[in-house]
């Protein structure tokens, strides 16, 4: 969990911007619920590397240097990530780190780096085959692991090759898919695959809810340690409504990407605050068992869009279940237990659980409200366009049932 420069600034960063962020993500109370990290996206190097070979930042956005900028994150108890590329140059046109793995690591190492998201741009025709992305991205594990420093390894290949079939014996998470945009469901020619398996052009514009589509069949790959990543979070950069940037959040975080923050958190509204402070979400997306939800059905709405039924499990004999609506108009849905607990067998499917309604708060304002208990099903549930409903649901109580307009 943390910050990222990207999504908000493009190459327009600075030690100042990145400083900035930093203080407020302190400000904001943000490390409190999980975000630590303070990540550097491209376009911070130098025109050249430096006469031994080793990266250098640009003196006039960096002028005292990234050990300096460094330390002062660590100061205020965060950590610090820098972008690079397993290619000769990253996506933004400065020299990458093909064939200069081994010094760009311990040079990262020596300025503190503690994360390294490294991209594909410019790799040489190194790619079309998992043997060769594999190889070409171990070089930089291998270099990362003998620093002796621990740098998270964020593998930033956009789904080629497969990564979720071989990138968990070198790397901490990987990108699913093309870069996400700031958008609900727009169909973008740029992001041209109907599904990441076997996916020949990964592109970049992909609406929020292609990705969901695209990581759906990929739980099954992550876990502890390994993560599917679904890129970088658009909550608050103004693309989307209130809705739709909890379905963004919500199915991030019951995936168990990273939840990386990529607006402007210096300037935010209180209806973004809230959304990324949501620690009912964010437990789900920390839970120690580490099992992504599982999407059970996907229906189509006569006036277009789906419904969409997800669930998985939590430590502790606890279970998430998410319905979402990315159709135009409002719908009521029963949810079967049937098909909640299909991996759980019939004692669950005929069972009683106590539901938890993540996105509403207790009587003390906290989120996370118990709104009753329910045997086999939870019947009509009203739900709007393109929203999301999340629940946690725990095994048998004698709370009262409670009418389904509290849902």
């Known amino acids: 969990m943390g910050w990222n420069t990207w999504n908000h600034f493009g190459c327009s960063i600075d030690e100042d911007l990145i400083l900035s962020a930093a203080k407020a993500m302190i400000q904001y109370d943000l490390p409190s619920y999980g ?94 085959t998992p043997k060769l992305s594999y190889d070409r991205y171990n070089n930089m594990s291998v270099a990362l692991n003998n620093t002796g420093r621990p740098i998270l390894y964020s593998m930033c290949n956009w789904g080629e090759d497969g990564p979720w079939n071989f990138a968990s014996t070198i790397a901490n998470s990987w990108r699913i898919s093309g870069d996400v945009y700031d958008n609900y469901d727009r169909w973008d020619v740029r992001c041209p695959c109907d599904s990441f398996i076997d996916c020949k052009l990964a592109g970049f514009h992909c609406a929020m809810t292609r990705i969901i589509d695209f990581a759906a069949p990929l739980g099954q790959k992550a876990g502890p340690g390994h993560w599917n990543d679904l890129d970088m979070l658009e909550v608050g950069n103004g693309g989307m409504t209130y809705d739709e940037y909890v379905t963004h959040f919500s199915m991030w975080a019951l995936l168990k990407s990273p939840l990386i923050l990529g607006n402007d958190v210096t300037n935010m509204t209180n209806e973004t605050l809230s959304i990324i402070t949501n620690d009912a979400i964010i437990a789900v997306n920390q839970d120690s068992a580490g099992s992504p939800a599982t999407r059970q059905w996907k229906r189509s709405v006569s006036e277009g869009g789906y419904l969409e039924l997800w669930s998985g499990s939590l430590v502790n004999s606890q279970f998430i279940i998410a319905l979402m609506n990315t159709s135009p108009t409002n719908q009521t849905v029963t949810v079967s237990f049937e098909d909640v607990f299909i991996d759980q067998g019939a004692a669950y499917q005929t069972g009683t659980f106590t539901l938890t309604d993540l996105w509403q708060k207790d009587d003390q304002g906290n989120w996370g409200k118990e709104v009753g208990t329910y045997t086999a099903q939870i019947p009509n549930v009203e739900i709007g366009s393109h929203q999301v409903k999340v629940w946690k649901a725990t095994l048998p109580s004698s709370s009262s049932k409670r009418d389904v307009a509290d849902l």
């Not at 690591?105 to 410019?122: I, R, S």
């Open 35 to 128: 975000y630590n990290y303070v990540n550097m996206d491209d376009c911070w190097h130098a025109a050249t590397r430096n006469a031994s070979g080793a990266p250098q930042p640009d003196p006039t956005k960096f002028p005292n240097g990234i050990k300096a900028l460094s330390d002062q994150i660590h100061s205020m108890g965060l950590k610090f990530g820098i972008y690079s590329d397993a290619g000769t140059m990253t996506c933004g046109g400065h020299f990458g780190s093909l064939g200069y793995e081994e010094i760009d690591a311990q040079t990262y190492a020596e300025w503190g780096v503690d994360y390294l998201k490294y991209d594909n741009c410019f790799n040489q025709g190194l790619s079309g």
